[in-house]
């Protein structure tokens, strides 16, 4: 199963059913909008209500945790963890469905990318199974070093603000390396309007992760997913910029620019696309596919149209970047073929076929290493973004 294993192993969640026919992902684009299962009609023939039409009083709703303040304004942040994993998400109505999938299995994002990344997710024990081990804490930190650091950015359309009274603010949550991250996907904006200009600003959010994340020691993998079904702006808009991440560019900048600064630093940057209407080979779907293919490459796009299954596409980047696909193939069925899941071989077969393209050019590689440039890297890490030189860089 998926599963959302808690923050040490407990509370699996088993929500596995196979895919929707999109229903459920395009009904995002008409608000207010909800399905419910018919009830039975009564027998004309006999006295009495319907089936199924007794009232019952529904379960008690346990209070929402209480979950403290969090800043999300846009300013710089230094990682110092060993690596770092940024998901990007378009906070638009129309991917809507697939925040509530991230915030529910949050923890297993984290500790399942953990121990793919060197460290150890840790086990609550079950007296219900034989043999179980007993409890243990997870293993986040090396050295004095935490393993992981995972972080999060929101993204509307940048090019609405201020027309028609709309505000599609870009937010960045702290980054974060456990349960206090269930705080920060919970502040995060969940309702922008977008533009209808036929993209979101992606841009913005690759734009804050090449000049405002700082790097001050040396470090394994640097990741940034973004969850989308939009395009991106080819180029970014100085006064975007400047209005909502306080950054001075001194004219348009082409996005490939920002993308390619990124890589020459050891980025890895990638692209989980939603299907944009309510079938996946919808022209618009298609014609954003072929134009992040182009800014990022065939096998860094990965085509996504089961919702509940965002983690773990997002868990196998994480074990793609460290060169242990086999591994999380391993791990991936044994959580879902299992004798109680009957979805189990569609889950499976869901997230191997997304994953497809980048598997089969990165699947049996080394953990990956981006090229980098000897005479611009600075000697301590990564500590901004640099002029790239074509004729000097080389494999690290």
Same mark, same amino acid.
């Given at each position: 199963?998926?599963?959302?294993?808690?923050?040490?192993?407990?509370?699996?969640?088993?929500?596995? @059913? *196979?895919?929707?026919?999109? +229903?459920? @992902?395009?009904? @995002?684009?008409?608000?207010?909008?909800?399905? &419910?299962?018919?009830?039975?009609?009564?027998?004309?023939?006999?006295?009495?209500?319907?089936?199924?039409?007794?009232? !019952?009083?529904?379960?008690?709703?346990?209070?929402?945790?209480?979950?403290?303040?969090?800043? %999300? &304004?846009?300013?710089?942040?230094?990682?110092?963890?060993? $690596?770092? %994993?940024?998901?990007?998400?378009?906070?638009?109505?129309?991917?809507?469905?697939?925040?509530?999938?991230?915030? =529910?299995?949050?923890?297993?994002?984290?500790?399942?990318?953990?121990d793919f990344l060197g460290g150890k997710s840790g086990h609550k024990h079950d007296p219900t199974v034989d043999n179980d081990p007993p409890d243990s804490a997870p293993v986040t930190?090396?050295?004095?070093?935490?393993?992981l650091e995972l972080q999060f950015v929101g993204f509307g359309d940048a090019s609405v603000n201020g027309r028609y009274g709309r505000s599609d603010t870009i937010e960045v949550a702290?980054?974060?390396?456990?349960?206090?991250?269930?705080?920060?996907?919970?502040?995060?904006?969940?309702?922008?309007?977008?533009?209808? $200009?036929?993209?979101?600003?992606?841009?913005?959010?690759?734009?804050? *992760?090449?000049?405002?994340? $700082?790097?001050?020691?040396?470090?394994?993998? =640097?990741?940034?997913?973004? !969850?989308?079904?939009?395009?991106?702006?080819?180029?970014?808009?100085?006064?975007?910029?400047?209005?909502?991440?306080?950054?001075?560019?001194? @004219?348009?900048?082409?996005?490939?620019?920002?993308?390619?600064? %990124?890589?020459?630093?050891?980025?890895?940057?990638?692209? !989980?696309?939603k299907p944009y209407g309510s079938y996946p080979s919808d022209p618009t779907t298609q014609a954003t596919r072929d134009k992040w293919k182009k800014l990022l490459g065939n096998e860094?796009?990965?085509?996504?149209?089961?919702?509940?299954?965002?983690?773990?596409?997002?868990?196998?980047?994480? /074990?793609? /970047?460290?060169?242990?696909?086999?591994?999380?193939?391993?791990?991936?069925?044994?959580?879902?073929?299992?004798?109680? $899941?009957?979805?189990?071989?569609?889950?499976?077969?869901?997230?191997? &076929?997304?994953? /497809?393209? *980048? +598997? &089969?050019?990165?699947?049996?590689?080394?953990? %990956?290493?981006?090229?980098?440039?000897?005479?611009?890297?600075?000697?301590?890490?990564?500590?901004?973004?640099?002029?790239?030189?074509?004729?000097?860089?080389?494999?690290?």
């Amino acid at each position: 199963m998926s599963g959302n294993f808690g923050w040490r192993g407990e509370s699996r969640d088993r929500d596995d @059913a *196979a895919p929707s026919a999109f +229903s459920d @992902a395009h009904s @995002a684009y008409s608000p207010g909008t909800s399905y &419910t299962r018919s009830m039975p009609s009564a027998d004309p023939g006999t006295v009495g209500p319907a089936p199924f039409s007794r009232r !019952v009083d529904p379960d008690p709703v346990p209070p929402s945790p209480a979950y403290p303040p969090v800043d %999300l &304004t846009v300013r710089p942040h230094t990682i110092s963890a060993l $690596n770092y %994993l940024g998901v990007a998400i378009d906070t638009t109505g129309s991917v809507g469905p697939w925040r509530p999938e991230l915030f =529910k299995r949050l923890a297993f994002l984290f500790l399942k990318s953990l121990d793919f990344l060197g460290g150890k997710s840790g086990h609550k024990h079950d007296p219900t199974v034989d043999n179980d081990p007993p409890d243990s804490a997870p293993v986040t930190m090396i050295d004095g070093r935490k393993i992981l650091e995972l972080q999060f950015v929101g993204f509307g359309d940048a090019s609405v603000n201020g027309r028609y009274g709309r505000s599609d603010t870009i937010e960045v949550a702290p980054p974060g390396s456990g349960p206090e991250l269930e705080g920060y996907l919970h502040h995060m904006r969940k309702d922008c309007d977008g533009g209808g $200009n036929d993209c979101e600003s992606s841009d913005m959010a690759l734009l804050y *992760a090449d000049r405002m994340l $700082n790097f001050p020691h040396s470090i394994r993998q =640097k990741l940034f997913v973004i !969850v989308t079904d939009e395009p991106y702006p080819e180029v970014i808009d100085p006064e975007h910029a400047m209005r909502w991440l306080g950054i001075t560019l001194q @004219a348009p900048t082409p996005l490939r620019k920002v993308v390619d600064s %990124l890589r020459t630093r050891g980025w890895s940057v990638w692209c !989980v696309q939603k299907p944009y209407g309510s079938y996946p080979s919808d022209p618009t779907t298609q014609a954003t596919r072929d134009k992040w293919k182009k800014l990022l490459g065939n096998e860094r796009v990965v085509d996504l149209d089961d919702a509940r299954r965002v983690v773990d596409v997002i868990i196998g980047i994480v /074990a793609l /970047a460290a060169g242990k696909f086999d591994a999380f193939t391993a791990d991936l069925r044994s959580r879902h073929l299992t004798p109680g $899941n009957p979805y189990g071989r569609v889950n499976v077969d869901t997230v191997l &076929t997304s994953l /497809a393209p *980048a +598997s &089969t050019v990165l699947g049996a590689a080394r953990p %990956l290493r981006a090229p980098q440039s000897r005479r611009l890297l600075p000697a301590g890490g990564d500590s901004g973004p640099m002029v790239i030189d074509a004729e000097i860089v080389e494999d690290a």
